[in-house]
């Protein structure tokens, strides 16, 4: 309704953690309705909005169902500041990425209690004894505490880098998400958004109408080269109101009619193009 009779824009409020696959989900179809939400949204004619609130995360197959990737055109992300988004949570990241060996790897060549350690211990294969009397067993033993020891500390530590990743600021860097947002100012952005875009949607809506050779793209292009403010959609709505459009939309359709002329006329026999003007 909203695509077909009502030609409304669409705001998505996203905090969903993913698509588990469990046989609950299953039996509940999660699935198929996500895939039919995939369906609507690459179909949606007028602009979406996805927006990922504060304390908000979306996470695995749900960000794949809003993921602007599937309309580049029409939809958009944001994200507050104090959200997160990724595939998988940082403790999923640390268990992939980070296991025990690899935190073992990183102990040994940062901590300075296990640096002295190992070269005692290296020590010990030359001799049965090393320093201090302690045996290569003796050794192995303290080196396994202190990397117990450390363990919980490099856990976290590699949780709090992954978490990184998912904050905003990573997420803009890497395209995935246009903007991030705070929240006390997301309501003003987003109006003033959103009347751009409505704007600039029928502007687009028109300018097809009076010349059906352009492509949307092609299309917000004119538009674009019709205003000025840039990013500033404040500057940008102000100079639309501003705008003549109907008499520029009249030069774009007077446009299209003589090149559409200029082309039935040179597909003529030269023996006919002489008859063909009054």
């Known amino acids: 309704d909203f695509n077909r009779g009502e030609n409304l824009p669409v705001m998505i409020f996203a905090n969903w953690r993913g698509f588990s696959g469990g046989t609950r989900d299953m039996y509940n179809e999660v699935l198929k309705f996500g895939a039919q939400i995939v ?9 979406v909005f996805v927006y990922i609130p504060p304390g908000g995360e979306l996470r695995g197959g749900s960000w794949v ?12 992300m ?4 104090e959200s997160r988004g990724g595939i998988l949570e940082p403790a999923g990241i640390v268990e992939v990425k980070f296991r025990t060996p690899q935190q073992k790897e990183l102990m040994h060549r940062l901590d300075p209690d296990l640096q002295s350690l190992d070269v005692m211990l290296e020590s010990s294969a030359a001799s049965e004894f090393v320093m201090g009397g302690a045996s290569a067993q003796e050794v192995e033993v303290k ?4 990397e117990e020891k450390l363990a919980p500390l490099y856990t976290q530590i590699a949780c709090e880098f ?5 904050r905003t600021g990573r997420m803009e860097a890497k395209g995935v998400i246009r903007k991030g947002l705070h929240w006390r100012r997301a ?15 029928d502007a687009i809506c028109r300018l097809q109408k009076a010349d ?32 003549a459009i109907d008499e520029k939309v009249e030069v774009v359709r007077v446009e299209s009619l003589r090149r559409r002329l200029r082309e039935v006329y040179a597909q003529l026999p030269e023996s006919e193009r002489s008859g063909a003007l009054p």
Do not use: C
């Not at 169902?65 to 958009?76: L, S």
């Not at 992954?162 to 998912?166: S, T, V």
């Not at 309501?187 to 949607?201: G, I, P």
């Open 39 to 47: 369906d609507a949204l690459v179909d949606y004619k007028h602009p």
């Open 65 to 76: 169902v809003v993921d602007p990737a599937i309309n580049p055109a029409q939809m958009e």
């Open 78 to 81: 944001y994200a507050d500041v």
């Open 143 to 146: 080196i396994k505490a202190r």
């Open 162 to 166: 992954a978490d990184l990743h998912d």
């Open 187 to 201: 309501r003003a952005y987003f109006y003033w958004r959103v009347r751009r875009r409505v704007m600039e949607q």
């Open 212 to 243: 059906p050779a352009l492509t949307v793209e092609d299309a917000r292009a004119v538009v674009t080269s019709w205003v000025s403010g840039g990013d500033d959609d404040q500057a940008v709505v102000s100079s639309m109101e501003a705008l």
